[in-house]
Structures are given as C-alpha cells and as structure tokens.
C-alpha cells in the first residue's frame, strides 16, 4: 500500500507498512533479505518505483550496496564512478537533493550526466536522502520515480521518515548479534573487489589509499568503464598501473 498525502497519523500509518512490509520481503529471502528488503520496501510503501542504499566508505566514497532492480544498479554504478552526483552532495550537505529529471543533469553534474548518458538513458525524477544518526553520516537512500517532474512535497517528508526507519533498522538489528550485524551489513562483492584492488594499486605504485582510489576512478571514467569493472580488472591482474 502506498503513502497517503495527507490524513491523521500519517507517519504512524507509513511506518506500520514499511515494517509489514520489510518482514514480507524478508521471509521471501533465503539470507533474510538485508539492505535489499530494505529497498523493497521503500518501493511498496512510497510513492516511487525504485530504491537504492549507498554507504560511505572510507576513501572510496559512497558506494551502492543494495538496489530495487538493475535500472537503479546501473545509475548508483555511474555515481560510484563519476565521484559526483545528486547521492553525493546529499551526503556531503546532511539534506535531500531533488532531481527533477535525471536525462537534464549536465549542469549540475556534467560527469555523472555523461556517464549516464553512455550506459543508458533514464529519466524521470529522483530524491537523494541522507541516511544519518546525529552527526554521524552512514550513506543515502535514493528513491526514483518513472516519471519526470520536481518530486512533491509529500514524496520528500515521507522519504526523510522512512529514512530513519531504515537507519533505525540497520543500528537496531545489528546490535542484536553478530549473525544479525553481518545480515544488515553484508558488504556485497564489488565494493569488497574495489577495496582489494585499491590495495594492490596503492602496492604498485607506493600511494596513499585516496590516491589509489583517484586512479581507479579516473581510469574508468577516461575508458567507459565502470569503477567495479576497473577493479575487477586490476584483482584478476588484467591490468597494472605501473606498466
């Protein structure tokens, strides 16, 4: 069920979904759904159609941990690799971003606009929520709609909810064990696989973790690739950076 605008408890009537609506998806999941339930989620109970969890890792910035489907995958992938996009300055400012068409972002973004460009054309409007306890900064949730337009009001107030909701679920389940910590924070393969080839990159060449990350990032951009594929690449010793 989605969101209502507007009516007396509104909030409290979001939140009883979204958890519904999380222990649905998790029962459908063999590892019990994690980050991705999280995403499903937020898609049945808000007024959009995708969803996508990015975390703020050390160095090598934000980087999609889970997706509602591929169309989000890939769009998350352009930001991991441009360095730059509407997730990025959500963390960075601590407030949402609103995009009101992601075909017009050159301005704003010009290298997430060109790589967006070149693995696909999307459209339709977006909403980058910063996920954070206090000061502490844990990622972004952003949430897409198929169609173009600057979201509503309603669509961001319920966005910035369910926001919380899904930091107290990370912070809350994790504190119950560590099979239920490794569950909700199961860092997935490609993010694993950039780290590692940072590390054999910062052995090549006797730099500092950021810079390896810089030259990762930088090589995919200059050839079409994505940052995940650079560092697959560099981990099956495909490629050298000191050649």
């Given at each position: 069920?989605?969101?209502?605008?507007?009516?007396?408890g509104?909030?409290?009537q979001l939140?009883d979904?979204?958890?519904?609506a999380l222990?649905?998806l998790k029962?459908?999941s063999?590892?019990g759904g994690?980050m991705?339930?999280l995403?499903?989620a937020?898609v049945?109970?808000l007024?959009?159609?995708r969803a996508a969890i990015l975390?703020?890792?050390?160095?090598?910035?934000l980087?999609p941990?889970?997706?509602?489907?591929s169309?989000?995958a890939?769009?998350?992938a352009v930001?991991?690799?441009?360095?730059?996009?509407?997730?990025?300055?959500?963390?960075?400012?601590g407030?949402?971003?609103?995009?009101a068409d992601?075909?017009?972002?050159d301005v704003?973004?010009?290298?997430?606009?060109?790589e967006?460009n070149?693995?696909?054309?999307?459209a339709?409007?977006?909403v980058?929520?910063?996920?954070q306890?206090?000061?502490v900064?844990?990622?972004v949730?952003?949430?897409?709609?198929?169609e173009?337009g600057?979201?509503?009001p309603?669509?961001i107030?319920?966005?910035l909810?369910?926001?919380?909701l899904?930091?107290a679920?990370?912070?809350a389940?994790?504190?119950?064990?560590?099979?239920?910590?490794a569950q909700?924070?199961?860092q997935p393969?490609?993010?694993?696989t950039?780290h590692q080839a940072?590390g054999?990159?910062?052995?090549?060449?006797?730099?500092r973790?950021?810079?390896?990350?810089a030259?990762?990032?930088?090589?995919a951009f200059a050839?079409?690739l994505?940052?995940a594929?650079?560092?697959?690449?560099?981990?099956d010793?495909r490629?050298?950076?000191?050649?």
């Amino acid at each position: 069920m989605k969101v209502r605008r507007n009516g007396v408890g509104q909030f409290d009537q979001l939140t009883d979904e979204f958890f519904s609506a999380l222990e649905f998806l998790k029962k459908l999941s063999a590892d019990g759904g994690g980050m991705t339930a999280l995403c499903g989620a937020c898609v049945r109970v808000l007024p959009v159609q995708r969803a996508a969890i990015l975390i703020q890792e050390r160095d090598a910035g934000l980087q999609p941990w889970a997706t509602s489907d591929s169309v989000a995958a890939r769009v998350e992938a352009v930001q991991a690799t441009a360095g730059q996009g509407p997730a990025v300055d959500a963390a960075v400012a601590g407030v949402p971003v609103l995009v009101a068409d992601l075909a017009e972002t050159d301005v704003r973004w010009p290298g997430f606009a060109d790589e967006l460009n070149r693995v696909a054309v999307v459209a339709g409007s977006m909403v980058a929520v910063p996920l954070q306890l206090g000061v502490v900064r844990f990622g972004v949730l952003d949430l897409y709609r198929t169609e173009p337009g600057k979201p509503e009001p309603y669509v961001i107030s319920a966005g910035l909810h369910i926001a919380d909701l899904v930091i107290a679920q990370l912070v809350a389940g994790s504190a119950k064990s560590v099979h239920a910590a490794a569950q909700w924070w199961d860092q997935p393969l490609t993010s694993r696989t950039i780290h590692q080839a940072a590390g054999i990159v910062l052995a090549q060449l006797g730099i500092r973790a950021p810079d390896a990350y810089a030259r990762l990032r930088a090589y995919a951009f200059a050839h079409g690739l994505s940052l995940a594929e650079v560092a697959a690449l560099v981990v099956d010793h495909r490629l050298r950076f000191d050649t």
